[in-house]
């Protein structure tokens, strides 16, 4: 199992979304991928992506300037 971290800060939608897509493609069953973006549509976006894929959104966390999101790959 590995983990990797996506800084997509300061892109705005579709970007995000579209670029943890392809990062999840790369994954292996186990691994973990940590997002972390500024957009506000990723806390729409990113967890209809995880249901999308399959896969398991594990944690997600927001402050006043960012999300955090971990998802793990299945």
């Known amino acids: 199992m590995s983990s990797r971290t996506l800084d997509l800060c300061g ?20 691994d973990r991928l940590v997002v972390v973006s500024t957009d506000l549509m990723s806390a729409i ?14 944690r997600h966390d927001t402050s006043e300037t960012r999300q955090t999101f971990l998802i793990e790959k299945q």
């Open 11 to 30: 892109l705005k939608c579709p970007l995000p979304v579209l670029r943890t897509r392809k990062a999840l493609a790369t994954l292996l069953p186990g």
């Open 45 to 58: 976006d990113i967890p209809n992506l995880v249901r999308e894929t399959g896969d398991t959104l594990v």
